[in-house]
């Protein structure tokens, strides 16, 4: 063994998928990128989150209480990182990178059509947003697109570098 800089922790324990989280206040909706995100329980479905307060989505996330979790694929790729990249406070990133909203049941915050799954999700505690931007999210309604059912997901290594989901394997669990 080795020793590497704690710096570079992130990068070995990213947890899911990169995801887009939809925003939407006084009628402007917004899309950022978002890898720092992790299940907290299963009924209901709660996912607890990172969100900067440098992130133009901050605002609006902690104004509104709502927002989407959207899973994007493999084919998104470029788009997710480009997203990343960008501020919404300049630009319509929904215009900007040819995405399509579509107006969900329970929240105002936009699904994205291209997504193979979307989550609309409200926050239900922020006792860590001001220490650590972490947000608490629970899940209202979930979405996923059947013609996507086997897309695969990118993940996050850190500076530019993802790997792609690959072949699943199937293990005896406990688990339902």
């Not at 006084?26 to 990128?33: D, E, H, I, W």
């Not at 969900?104 to 926050?123: D, F, G, M």
């Not at 309604?141 to 790997?163: C, N």
């Amino acid at each position: 063994m080795r020793q590497f800089p704690l710096s570079k922790v992130y990068q070995t324990i990213e947890p899911g998928p990169v995801v887009l989280l939809t925003t939407a206040q006084k009628g402007r909706a917004n899309v950022m990128t978002m890898s720092w995100h992790m299940m907290v329980d299963f009924e209901p479905p709660l996912i607890a989150c990172i969100v900067s307060n440098a992130d133009y989505s901050f605002a609006a996330l902690r104004a509104t209480g709502e927002c989407v979790i959207a899973i994007p694929t493999v084919e998104l790729a470029p788009k997710v990182v480009q997203i990343g990249n960008t501020s919404g406070r300049d630009i319509d990133k929904f215009a900007a990178f040819g995405l399509t909203p579509v107006k969900a049941e329970r929240v105002a915050a936009p699904l994205i059509a291209e997504c193979c799954v979307n989550l609309e999700c409200k926050v239900t505690n922020t006792s860590l947003v001001n220490k650590y931007g972490l947000f608490v999210l629970e899940v209202l309604k979930a979405w996923a697109d059947p013609k996507l059912k086997k897309a695969r997901t990118i993940h996050h290594r850190g500076y530019g570098a993802f790997v792609v989901d690959g072949e699943a394997i199937h293990l005896k669990s406990k688990m339902r």
